[in-house]
T-cell receptor, first 110, second 116 residues
Framework: EDQVTQSPEALRLQEGESSSLNCSYTVSGLRGLFWYRQDPGKGPEFLFTLYSAGEEKEKERLKATLTKKESFLHITAPKPEDSATYLCAVASGGSYIPTFGRGTSLIVHP | GAVVSQHPSRVICKSGTSVKIECRSLDFQATTMFWYRQFPKQSLMLMATSNEGSKATYEQGVEKDKFLINHASLTLSTLTVTSAHPEDSSFYIC????????????FGPGTRLTVL
């Protein structure tokens, strides 16, 4: 059974204070690892898909990296508008249904 | 691209009534759509997977007679909560995958259901 663990559960940063969110996973045959951003009362917004170890993707202040056991979402010089819950999910084997982690709630103070 | 809409965004109903939620893929065809439920400060809980033209596949513990799912076309899936009760109050979110690219899911904005 696929497992996804995100840490920390909650993170408070000052504006401009860079940090990383972690997503550890256990799967049988990774098909893809996904990062989403979810604002309160809204559906998740797709950010990245990573397929193989060593892969990196960037979007504005966000950079996602992938190893064989975990993925990091690096946030460089965050702004208050980056405050949200960040969800990680993995798809594996023959299943196209991702397993989601519980998310990391990020608050960036001005 | 890959925009998914949901309607309504918010609904309040009386106990015992039925509520229908629509999920549409606006700019792509979605062979597969998913319905999730999310409780406050918790992650997404998959309820069912629906494929166009076939019966939905429900996750263990989800009552198929209570949560009716219809995927009538490549752009529309509906979730009907039948005989709703207060415990059905929740945030319901649908998602869709692009035909031929089955791993990335694109989510709708969600529907907040409150049953009085």
């Amino acid at each position: 059974e696929d497992q996804v663990t995100q840490s920390p559960e909650a993170l408070r940063l000052q504006e401009g204070e860079s940090s990383s969110l972690n997503c550890s996973y256990t799967v049988s045959g990774l098909r893809g690892l996904f990062w989403y951003r979810q604002d309160p009362g809204k559906g998740p917004e797709f950010l990245f898909t990573l397929y193989s170890a060593g892969e990196e993707k960037e979007k504005e202040r966000l950079k996602a990296t992938l190893t064989k056991k975990e993925s990091f979402l690096h946030i460089t010089a965050p702004k208050p508008e980056d405050s949200a819950t960040y969800l990680c999910a993995v798809a594996s084997g023959g299943s196209y249904i991702p397993t989601f982690g519980r998310g990391t709630s990020l608050i960036v103070h001005p | 691209g890959a925009v998914v809409s949901q309607h309504p965004s918010r609904v309040i109903c009386k106990s015992g009534t039925s509520v229908k939620i629509e999920c549409r893929s606006l700019d792509f065809q979605a062979t597969t759509m998913f319905w999730y439920r999310q409780f406050p400060k918790q992650s997404l809980m998959l309820m069912a997977t629906s494929n166009e033209g076939s019966k939905a596949t429900y996750e263990q513990g989800v009552e198929k007679d209570k949560f009716l799912i219809n995927h009538a076309s490549l752009t529309l899936s509906t979730l009907t909560v039948t005989s709703a009760h207060p415990e059905d109050s929740s945030f319901y979110i649908c998602s869709a995958t692009l035909a031929g690219e089955t791993y990335e899911q694109f989510f709708g904005p969600g529907t907040r259901l409150t049953v009085l």
